[in-house]
């Protein structure tokens, strides 16, 4: 067997970077970037805040010291392996038999298609070219087992790449020699012991038999020694790809039009387009969802008249439908599904179909479908002094309601004003649209220090149509306002 | 007007956002009758409160607020206050109970337990609005307490005054109590509520941002103005506070204390009893003839303390001393109860009377009328036996350690206020990286301010002002290092106790301050390390000697011993092996004992800052004429060559000098001993300044002792204590300079201690002419041991990680002649296989193998956990020899010391070290020639007076090589100085004229070479 190894020490990062930096007119300068991880060192950096300094295992402070505009991202475990997915079934074009090793491995075993693609050196090309264009830092290397390629992936220069070649195993074996046993893939208390009997590399551990190996350090270790060296016992995963086509893109700076999504758009759109190649299947019918950093999400359906393979009309037709578009709230996610392969005509759903089971959790999801989503939600009490973070919206219908026995509010209005106006004195008399008696309070209101602060008397009041209101005297800008109206 | 009834203040720790003395002092601006002091499940801030409520004439009345359990998932809120003693003690006593049942810090109490504890206090109970609850625990509360009850409302902050003032009626009504307005204070001002949001944040873990809710609405519960109380509530609401508060009759001042009685056999009245044992053990000092001398100063201290009746305190002292020398445990008083003739007869102290100018009244004075204080050292390694003898006899009920409040000192206060605001973590570690350990709080305010954090202006304003607000709050409560109190009744009903972190333990709710102020007695059972080693010194010598020395019998005024010292080589000696020590010794040279008493008292912020330590070399080294103003002066300062020096030195030239009374030096001496906490010196300047020019002293003199005054603050020495500690020094110097062998072993044995490590122990006893041998797992003892007059055996204990069990193992076998490889040490002791590596860690098995990649060989041959089975080879591998930075690099990581080559000398011949001047050669170069050294470094030490001087020391594989970092330098290397561990420093040369052979090389650069270090160390930082 061959198995081409490919390591992706900084996927987080990278995919993170890349969806600012792919619209080559995006005017936002390419962020740095570094991740941490629970105790608060960095583990990963864009290129550009390794540049500046930053390194793996530096603190935060020293990192940011550093780099000043550096963005600080905690480690997220399952972030990357959604970006593994997607370069697999990128590879399912070179091989049918690949691996993920999480969080930043991919291995294809090449023997079986290195004729087809013309040698070793076609099948690098196309992959370190695809590697490129996603803007991934990558190690790639060759190994005989998949061990093997797995630990010359961390060498600096890993062997029998330049040129490329497919190594004996004698060659494999004196590559292997040659190497520090830090750098050998096993537990930090194997290498401790290694260490602690006088081995330093691993042509050293060759004096060891099997049963050396066995005895004296671990069954594991033996047979990942085992494993570096090819036999017959190899297994060949083979990799089936998924029966739907799901991905989802996050972005690091929020996108705030319509237009301005249709880079990621591409992107999704161009793999959407490889998998329909390589599982040679179509499509007429696809979804984008737009995530707002609310955690609102917008959903627009894509259905065609001919079912389709390639991506460029995906994106076009993804173009018209964005182009209407407003946006609500600024975008942090994209999605793009994908679960209608063959082609097949789906009938639309009547709103009133006579089969439908008309539950109110059904009619909200269709009205929340037909309206504007945002303009369809529910009212929410947070636990929270300042009236205008009192209230949230929340998915219509949701029973997300907060410790909500826990909070005895005085009467407020449901609706508060969104710019409270100031009320006029008129003599000794408050006024709005005429003049205000008070009713009840004061309820003082002292919050928000650390950011805006908010030091504000409520009461109610009634006004001559006997309307109740809800003002409050602001001690700081002295000046009296009108908070909300009473239903 | 008003007394404020309900006030939690920063004791009730994360509850209260202010200091108990903030909320009198504003209570009595207010104008309030009283103010109470009701921190949850505590009286630990009612002290404070009290000192301060009595300077400024308030009424404080004591109490504390508990959240009871009612059922599963209701608490109520009961306040009980003290009316009267008993009252006091009952509520005390309560506190005890919930907290010993709890973890530290926390406690529990259900309703029921009111049963014990509602006889004599006065209740202020809150109804909590449930109905059938309110309805329950009002009958149950009026059963308890009957007239005692009272109903009360807080209508601040409520929505709807009225309603709930009428609720609240009609509740009082039905259960025939008054109603009382409370306020439920827990900010002194309103301008304390981001602190007050703060503290809860911290304490629930949040961001204020989060708080939500959980915060307080507003500021107003504070302590407010008389006007706003009569907007809030009816009058007669506040006048019931003022009848609340006559009857509270209560105050601190009226604690009387008494010592356990049980230490007088019962034929014996105490004073009796007590002059029965000095007498005694006068003639075990003196045999048969007493000097008369000491008799008469004797009979002088016995009525004295007779008149103050403190003859029961004296002999529980004795007691535990007894106890302790009956166990072989040294031990030694210190402090000003050296000046006592007494306590020397009863073994308490050690400076003798008949040799010595005493001051009793330094002591004891009517005039001053404070208890006594005894601190006595025992050795650190027993002390925990004296504490368990203590708690032993009198009962956990009767014996308590004090308290220390613990804190918020600027790294933790930086953290949690970071924290609070949600500045990110990178941000806060940014900051506390800048933050060097010799920083004190302003400077630390001053260095926030100029940083370039990155963050607003508003942001970095909010968060200075409560850092500088939240330093100094207390955050827990922690235990003293030793301060006992021990009563005659339960401790309990004088003050309440807790839970300590250490199992076992209780700790009063009081630290040594509070006790202080209320004059209670307290005995301080300290731990000094150089007892275990003096201990160990004569032990390790006896076993080697024909005859059996105690302390009594080392010679005294040993000529060789001074030498020793003159020349400055006191590494590992008692109290003067610090940087400063060691330079002073070569200049002041001592010859005599009281050279000794001189040098322990002379390197200190008192005469430093006063500038008296040069005047007083140059007088001793001949240089100066010593003269004296006046005759009242010289009786006061020939001793000390006319220069002040010791405290009550300073204290008695206010008197003869600056005609100070009696009475005002007695406050000078307060004021001096308080300085560093308030810092009020002042109000005696004046008057010393003016009567020392109007007695003929010169300005500059009383300038100097002035700022000498202000040294002396928590630093300056009595002469008898310094006299104290002076023995231990020439004790401890003797045995190095004639036995250096039993001198550095038992230093090593009593790890922890002093200011060397085991590394620089090793090396300084090399320079003694001192081998040490490597451990040896078939010779060795867990201890450390002497050999032979030169030699010491390394003992198991050096081995970092290797417990005392396993050593025990090794050396109770009685096989261990029979060791003779890796295996055998699991055949013939049993050792596991964790254990095995740690004597292979530490090359304790260097005889029984190759090397140590050969015995860690040896041990991972093993099969089913048993290592060399007779029918089975170990395998035809064979591991290389480590080389010698292998073995040294081992012997750092496993042990903190090699006995190999030092580190410095594999770097020696690389670039750039080899440039650098060694610290053996440092002598022979000229005065000011520029110079590079490199080293380890091993100690820095920023005293306070030293104007901001970092003194470092350097380590090479010669010697010691010490830095000067003036401030200037400091400032633009600061990164380097914290952070590195091997520096190169580039600077001047400098020879000291008055100490032939101190050397120092003033810093102008400095540069971190750790990348060349391959090992990890760590210095050792003083202040």
Redesign the interface.
């Known amino acids: 067997m061959l198995w081409v190894a490919i390591r992706l020490p900084y996927l987080q990062v990278d995919t993170l970077n890349n969806e600012q930096v792919i619209d080559p007119h995006s005017q936002v300068p390419e962020p740095s970037i570094a991740i941490y991880n629970n105790s608060k060192r960095i583990i990963q950096a864009s290129s550009n805040a390794l540049e500046q300094g930053v390194a793996e295992g530096m603190s935060m402070a020293t990192a940011r010291a550093l780099c000043e505009k550096i963005q600080l991202l905690p480690e997220r475990i399952d972030a990357p392996l959604d970006a593994l997915r997607s370069l697999q079934l990128f590879s399912y074009r070179i091989s049918p038999h690949s691996t993920i090793e999480a969080p930043d491995s991919l291995f294809i075993e090449i023997s079986s298609t290195l004729k087809v693609f013309d040698g070793l050196d076609s099948i690098l090309a196309i992959i370190t070219k695809e590697l490129a264009k996603r803007r991934w830092r990558h190690h790639v290397s060759v190994g005989l087992t998949m061990r093997a390629a797995a630990l010359f992936s961390h060498c600096a220069q890993p062997p029998f790449l330049t040129p490329p070649s497919v190594p004996t195993q004698k060659q494999q074996q004196r590559a292997i020699n040659q190497l520090a046993i830090n750098q050998l893939q096993c537990s930090s208390k194997t290498i401790l012991s290694l260490s602690k009997i006088g081995i330093e590399y691993c042509d050293q551990i060759n004096k060891l038999t099997a049963d050396d190996r066995k005895r004296t350090l671990s069954e594991d270790f033996n047979q990942y020694w085992q494993s570096l060296i090819p036999s017959g016992n190899q297994t060949r995963p083979t990799f089936t790809p998924p029966s739907q086509f799901q991905e989802r893109v996050e972005f690091l700076n929020t996108i705030n039009s319509a237009n301005g999504l249709l880079f990621v758009c591409n992107r999704l759109a161009q793999n959407l387009g490889h998998y329909l190649i390589a599982i040679q299947g179509h499509t007429c019918e696809l979804l984008w969802q737009l995530h707002d950093i609310e955690g609102n999400s917008l959903d627009i359906h894509i259905a065609t008249a001919q079912p389709l393979q390639q991506y460029q009309p995906i994106v076009e037709l993804t173009r018209l439908k964005l182009e209407p578009i407003k946006l609500k709230q600024p975008i942090d996610a994209l999605t793009l599904v994908c679960d209608q392969i063959t082609y097949d005509q789906q009938n639309q759903q009547d709103l009133f179909s006579r089969n439908d089971q008309h539950t109110p959790a059904h009619l909200l999801n269709l009205l929340a479908a037909r309206l504007h989503e945002q303009a369809f939600f529910s009212l929410d009490i947070q636990p929270q002094h300042q009236p205008e973070l009192a209230q949230t919206a929340v998915k219509a219908g949701s029973t997300e309601s907060v410790q909500a026995n826990e909070i005895a509010l005085p009467p407020r209005p449901t609706f508060l004003l969104h710019n409270p106006p100031p009320l006029k004195m008129i003599g000794n008399q408050l006024c709005w649209r005429s003049p205000i008696k008070l009713l009840k309070g004061p309820e003082r209101i002292e919050t928000g220090w650390w950011f805006i602060p908010i030091n504000r008397d409520y009461y109610v009041g009634q006004d001559q149509e006997h309307r109740l209101l809800w003002i409050f005297f602001d001690r700081l800008k002295e000046n009296w306002f009108l908070a909300g109206v009473f239903s | 007007m008003y007394a404020e009834l309900h006030c939690l203040s920063n004791y009730s720790f994360l509850q209260g956002a202010s200091h108990p003395d903030e909320l009198v002092e504003r209570a009595a601006l207010l104008g309030y009758e009283a103010i109470a002091i009701t921190d949850e499940c505590s009286y630990a801030g009612i002290v404070k409160a009290h000192v301060r409520a009595k300077e400024l004439g308030i009424k404080l009345i004591i109490g504390s607020t508990f959240k009871l359990k009612y059922n599963s998932d209701r608490y109520i809120q009961v306040t009980l206050y003290a009316r009267n003693k008993r009252a006091y003690s009952e509520i005390s006593s309560l506190i005890t109970r919930g907290r010993r049942r709890a973890d530290k810090g926390a406690y529990q109490l259900t309703l029921r337990d009111l049963e014990h504890h509602s006889k004599y206090s006065l209740a202020i109970w809150h109804p909590c609005g449930h109905q059938q609850t309110d309805h329950d625990v009002g009958q149950y509360l009026t059963q308890r307490f009957d007239k005692r009850l009272w109903v009360g409302v807080c209508l601040t902050?409520q929505?709807?005054p009225q309603s709930v003032y009428h609720q609240h009626l009609a509740i009082a009504a039905l259960f025939k109590c008054p109603l009382i307005a409370t306020n439920k204070v827990l900010m002194h001002s309103a301008e304390r509520?981001?602190l007050h949001?703060t503290l809860t944040s911290i304490r629930l873990r949040r961001p204020?941002?989060s708080l939500?809710?959980?915060?307080q609405?507003?500021?107003?519960h504070s302590l407010k103005a008389a006007t706003e109380l009569l907007a809030l509530y009816p009058k007669q609401l506040l006048e019931e506070t003022l009848n609340f508060s006559d009857q509270c009759k209560f105050s601190l001042d009226s604690i009387r204390y008494q010592y356990p009685k049980e230490l007088v056999p019962a034929h014996y009245q105490a004073s009796d009893y007590l002059r029965a044992l000095t007498f005694d053990g006068a003639h075990q000092r003196y045999g048969k003839q007493i000097p008369d001398r000491v008799l008469k100063q004797i009979e002088h201290e016995l009525t004295l303390i007779g008149e103050l009746s403190y003859e029961y305190y004296f002999l529980t002292v004795h007691d535990i001393v007894a106890f302790a020398r009956g166990q072989n445990i040294l031990c030694q008083g210190r402090g000003s109860a050296a000046n006592s003739a007494v306590c020397y007869c009863l073994f308490i102290t050690e400076v003798n009377p008949a040799t010595s100018d005493l001051l009793f009244e330094r002591f004891i004075s009517k005039e001053r009328n404070e208890p006594p204080d005894i601190d006595v050292d025992f050795e650190h390694q027993r002390r925990e036996e004296v504490i368990q003898y203590i708690y032993k006899k009198y009962g956990r009920e009767r014996a308590a350690l004090a308290a220390t409040v613990i804190t918020y000192r600027p790294r933790s206060a930086i953290r949690d206020v970071g924290f609070a605001?949600n500045f990110?973590?990178?941000?806060?570690?940014?900051i506390t990286?800048k933050i060097s350990w010799w920083d004190r709080s302003k400077e630390i305010l001053n260095t926030l301010r100029s940083m370039q954090l990155?963050i607003s202006d508003h942001?970095l304003t909010?968060f200075v002002q409560l850092v500088s607000e939240i330093l100094g709050f207390p955050r827990h409560l922690s235990q003293h290092v030793g301060g006992f109190i021990i009563t005659q009744a339960a401790t309990s009903e004088l003050v309440p106790i807790e839970n300590a972190a250490m199992p076992d333990r209780t700790i009063i709710q009081w630290d040594k301050n509070d006790i202080e102020a209320l004059g209670l007695l307290k005995i301080d059972v300290l731990a000094l390390g150089m007892l275990t080693a003096i201990h160990k010194m004569l032990d390790s010598y006896n076993q080697h000697s024909d005859k059996t020395i105690t302390i009594a019998d080392i010679p005294n005024e040993c000529p060789a011993t001074y030498q020793l010292l003159s020349e400055g080589e006191s590494i590992g000696v008692f109290q003067v092996e610090s940087r400063a020590q060691i330079a002073m010794l070569p200049r002041l040279k001592p010859r005599t004992f009281y050279d000794l008493v001189i040098q322990v008292a002379i390197v200190r912020p008192g005469p430093i800052q006063g500038d008296m330590v040069h005047p007083y070399l140059r007088r001793r080294n001949g240089r100066e004429a010593v003269h004296y103003d006046n005759e009242a002066v010289k009786q006061v300062l020939e001793r000390t060559l006319g220069v002040p020096i010791f405290q009550e030195q300073v204290i008695k030239l206010a008197m003869v000098a600056a005609n100070f009374s009696p009475g005002e030096a007695d406050q000078l001496r307060r004021a001096m001993a308080a300085w560093q906490r308030n810092g009020n010196l002042e109000p005696f300047k004046h008057k010393l300044l003016q009567g020392m020019l109007a007695n003929g002293h010169s300005q500059d003199f009383a300038e100097r002792l002035y700022r000498q005054m202000q040294g002396f603050g928590e630093y300056g020495f009595p002469e008898s204590h310094a006299a104290s500690f002076a023995l231990l020094v020439y004790i401890s110097a003797w045995f190095k300079c004639h036995h250096p062998a039993h001198f550095f072993c038992a230093l090593l044995n009593s790890q922890p201690m002093g200011f060397y490590s085991r590394s620089q122990l090793i090396q300084d006893a090399a320079r003694h002419g001192v081998t040490s041998l490597p451990v040896n797992v078939q010779k060795s003892q867990f201890e450390s041991l002497v050999t032979d007059a030169n030699t010491i055996l390394l003992g198991f204990h050096n081995i970092k990680g290797l417990s005392l069990s396993t050593a025990q193992k090794i050396t109770r076998c009685s096989n261990r002649h029979k060791i003779h490889d890796i295996a055998s040490l699991q055949q013939e002791i049993s050792l596991t296989r964790a254990e095995i590596d740690k004597l292979?860690e530490g090359n304790a098995t260097f005889n029984i193998s190759k090397h140590?990649?050969d015995a860690?060989?040896q041990l991972?041959?093993?099969?089913d956990g048993i290592l060399g089975i007779a029918d089975q080879s170990v395998?035809?591998?064979q591991?290389?020899?480590?080389s010698a930075l292998e073995s040294m690099q081992d012997d750092y990581q496993h042990l903190g010391f090699t006995l190999n080559q030092h580190p410095l000398a594999y770097l020696r011949d690389r670039w750039p070290y080899r440039r650098c001047y060694q610290a053996n050669t440092l002598h022979t170069l000229r005065h000011q020639q520029f110079v590079r050294v490199a080293g380890i470094v091993t100690c820095k030490q920023r005293p306070g007076s030293a104007s901001g001087v970092l003194f470092l020391t350097l380590e090479d594989e010669t010697g010691n090589i010490n830095i000067v970092v003036w401030r200037k330098t400091q400032d633009t290397f600061r990164q380097e100085l914290t952070k590195g561990r091997l520096l190169l420093i580039k600077g001047i040369l400098e020879h000291a004229d008055d100490a032939p052979g101190t050397t120092n090389v003033i810093a102008g650069h400095i540069s971190v070479c750790d990348q060349d270090l391959p090992i990890d160390t760590r210095s050792r930082d003083f202040r």
Not at chain 2, 212 to 215: A, I, L, M, V
Not at chain 2, 860 to 863: A, K, M, Q, Y
Request: proline letters at 7%; hydrophobic letters at 30%.
């Open positions: 902050n929505y709807e509520k981001p949001d204020v941002y939500g809710t959980h915060s609405k507003n500021a107003e605001l990110d973590a990178a941000l806060i570690e940014q990286d990155g942001a909010i292979i140590r990649f860690n060989w991972l041959n093993r099969r395998g035809e591998y591991p290389r020899s480590p």
